[in-house]
């Protein structure tokens, strides 16, 4: 039988179907992947870089959210980046480091996990889709010792519950489970900070939006390379909750009047930190 190829890659029925999406594209065409390149020696010009990520747990699901700001060295490269994406469903991704390279691998990530879908008739369980990000981010690790890293924040609910699982990675794809809450990116530590005294284990999703606000305002204080919500332009935080119902983008309508609380408050009682 002649084998079909499209875009130099043959065809599923040609390689042999395969369930990672990532293993058959490796096999195939490796140099079509994000990571499938040898660099040249050199210095690496600047490159836009995205900061903080904040998730937590809640009661029902969990959230992550992520600030708009991208760095190129000392520049703010982009006031209106994204850095948390829908992975499918049931689960969420936020990205830091290397914004090219990171934009990239969510998308890899996105595919790879429709791809199972389409070839087992089923979704993978949420330790699966944790275990194939670690995969991705350990094949990058050749770019980050040139230093493109990405560092990703993974979080959602199995198929039918609501118990909200959260996962962090270093940059040689070691997967960590994470409790309650975790943060990434270079205003993280300042993030973590805020999630330590203000996160509740029965807070509902409306509380958990408000400490995620108060988080990502925290790492914008004290972080430079962090913006926080920005109430001259209208530029809010991407925001993204998963239940049993779903991953759902919040609103930035939602946002506002729980950004604007939490300035008035903050006013009120004349703080300077």
Do not use: C
Not at 265 to 270: F, H, K, L, S, W
């Amino acid at each position: 039988m002649e084998s079909h190829h499209r875009g130099g890659i043959p065809s599923l029925e040609a390689a042999g179907a395969s369930s990672s999406f990532l293993d058959f594209v490796t096999q195939s065409n490796p140099a079509l992947l994000p990571f499938g390149r040898n660099l040249p020696a050199g210095q690496l010009p600047p490159t836009p870089h995205g900061t903080t990520v904040v998730a937590l747990t809640f009661a029902g699901g969990v959230l992550m959210a992520g600030d708009r700001r991208a760095t190129m060295g000392t520049v703010i490269a982009n006031r209106h980046i994204e850095k948390v994406f829908p992975a499918d469903r049931y689960s969420v991704l936020g990205i830091a480091g290397t914004a090219g390279i990171a934009i990239d691998i969510v998308r890899l990530f996105q595919v790879e996990l429709e791809h199972y879908e389409k070839i087992e008739g089923t979704l993978l369980s949420l330790e699966g889709k944790a275990n194939r990000l670690g995969a991705m981010v350990r094949a990058n690790l050749p770019m980050a010792l040139q230093g493109l890293s990405v560092v990703p924040l993974f979080a959602g609910v199995e198929a039918g519950t609501s118990n909200g699982r959260l996962f962090s990675y270093d940059v040689t794809g070691g997967r960590y489970a994470e409790r309650e809450h975790h943060s990434v990116g270079s205003g993280s530590v300042f993030a973590r900070g805020a999630l330590k005294k203000l996160w509740r284990p029965d807070m509902d999703q409306d509380g958990a939006v408000a400490v995620a606000m108060e988080a990502l305002m925290d790492a914008a204080d004290d972080d430079a390379a962090t913006g926080g919500p920005d109430l001259i332009r209208k530029l809010w935080p991407i925001v993204y909750v998963v239940t049993d119902d779903g991953a759902a983008r919040v609103p930035a309508e939602s946002l506002a009047p729980v950004v604007q609380a939490i300035v008035d408050r903050r006013t009120a009682d004349g703080r300077e930190a």
